[in-house]
């Protein structure tokens, strides 16, 4: 399970737009935000980098 921490997820709509961005990347992963904590959580079998580097594509780049 992949955790990125989201500073600028603030609303459903951007949990909307993260969601997905991410699923572009793997349409069969489970995606489940928390836009409260502004964190994602990727059950993917594909790597971290493709999933940070869609996020930050769409304007929601992870901060560690």
Request: charged share 20%; proline share 6%; net charge negative.
């Amino acid at each position: 399970m992949l955790r990125f921490y989201i500073p600028n997820m603030t609303c459903g709509g951007c949990a909307q737009s993260v969601t997905k961005a991410l699923l572009g990347v793997d349409p069969q992963a489970r995606i489940e935000t928390d836009v409260p904590a502004r964190e994602v959580q990727v059950d993917s079998a594909l790597d971290e980098s493709a999933f940070a580097a869609a996020l930050s594509e769409a304007g929601y780049p992870d901060r560690q």
